[in-house]
Every structure is written in C-alpha cells, then in structure tokens.
T-cell receptor
C-alpha cells in the first residue's frame, strides 16, 4: 500500500515570497491533516480536512496560510508571504476516518527554509 | 490542557540491552495515546497506540508500551535494543477539538542512541 506522498521534499525561498506544498494521502483515507514541525519540537496541527471540508483550522495563521482539498483527495498548503519563522518541516498525514481510535499516517514532509 | 511530557531529551543504551523511553500524560477523560518514531529527513512512522483494553500494547519492530493509569504514564519499551533503533521518538495524545475534529498533541521528543 502506497503511503502519504508529499512534494517538494525541500524548498528554499526568501522572506515575503510565496510557496506551495502538495500532499496525496493514502488511497481511501477521508481525513487529511497538515502539521508544522519546527526544529527541536513536536509537530503541531495547522488544519484538518474531512473529505473536502475543513473540520478545524483554528491553529492556521490565516493572514498568510491557506489550504484546500478541492476534490477530497489531494491537498495543497500555501504560504503567502513567507516569514523567517515559517522555516520548518510541513508534514501531511491521513487517516481512514477521524474517530479517536484512528491512526494517522504521515508523509515524509517538506522542509522549508525561509531566508 | 491535554498534553504529554517526555522528560528525557536523550536516552543512551548499549545494543542488546533493554530500552525505555518515558512518557507521561495529562488528560481529562479517557486517554488515547500513541508512539511515533522519526528517522532523519523522514516523516513520522507509527509504532503503536493505546485506545482501551490491555495495558501492555505491542507494536512494530518489537516495541511495546505499558499504559499505567495510576502513574499517568505510557512508557515505550523494547527488550533488546538495536543500533538501527537510534532515532527520535515522539509520544502523542489524541485531543478532541470543539469543532468536532481531533488532533495529535505531541511531546518534545526523545533522541534514542543505541551504541555498540
């Protein structure tokens, strides 16, 4: 079974530029999550989708971050404009449903460096 | 607030010896606890979870974890460590969100180093 796919794996941009990350979840997984992992810390949830609807985006800095999952499968996360403190690994995860017993499976992440 | 704590930044163990990576939790209601491992430049890999039932949970790669309600702990264990187990380990708790969703809240991670 193919895992969660993410691209690109690495991205270097200058502050105030924009950047987009792509995620393809495990086939059949209805729930998709985006996490931000700053160096030396555990991942923190940014946004959660159930199919193509947003379940929770309370931790997403909406003045600069946006995310969509138009057809309930792939998702993109965008940052515009980027700040230095956005340098982090962005992890996408998916699960079959969003019950408390569900396991989240993570992709390899996109490492972003903002200069 | 619901959270987990990993009191050790790093754990060193000799290959072949048993290993323990500690995790304590603070939740209201039933705890749903997870362990993940992260190798360099890779995402998190699921090891095991406790939802309900037996306090000893067995997972991938020979790892197991013991849920202890009285001590609010969920320590990760392995009877015989391998050099290839060297990685960053995260404990996490499932937190329900007011909007109906849920998220994993992670600890700060414990770097495990297994030496020959």
């Amino acid at each position: 079974e193919a895992g969660v796919a993410q691209s690109p794996r690495y991205k270097i941009i200058e502050k105030r530029q924009s950047v987009a990350f792509w995620c393809n979840p495990i086939s059949g997984h209805a729930t998709l999550y985006w996490y931000q992992q700053i160096l030396g810390q555990g991942p923190k949830l940014l946004i959660q989708f159930q199919n193509n609807g947003v379940v929770d985006d309370s931790q997403l800095p909406k003045d600069r971050f946006s995310a969509e999952r138009l057809k309930g499968v792939d998702s993109t996360l965008k940052i515009q404009p980027a700040k230095l403190e956005d340098s982090a690994v962005y992890l996408c995860a998916s699960s079959l449903g969003f019950g408390v017993q569900e396991t989240q499976y993570f992709g390899p992440g996109t490492r972003l460096l903002v200069l | 607030a619901q959270s987990v704590a990993q009191p050790e930044d790093q754990v060193n163990v000799a290959e072949g010896n048993p290993l323990t990576v500690k995790c304590t939790y603070s939740v209201s209601g039933n705890p749903y606890l997870f362990w993940y491992v992260q190798y360099p430049n890779r995402g998190l890999q699921f090891l095991l979870k406790y939802i309900t039932g037996d306090n000893l949970v067995k997972g991938s790669y020979g790892f197991e974890a013991e849920f202890n309600k009285s001590q609010t702990s969920f320590h990760l264990k392995k009877p015989s460590a391998l050099v290839s187990d060297s990685a960053l380990y995260f404990c996490a708790v499932r937190v329900l969100l007011t909007g109906g969703g849920n998220k994993l809240t992670f600890g700060t991670g414990t770097q495990l180093k297994v030496e020959l």
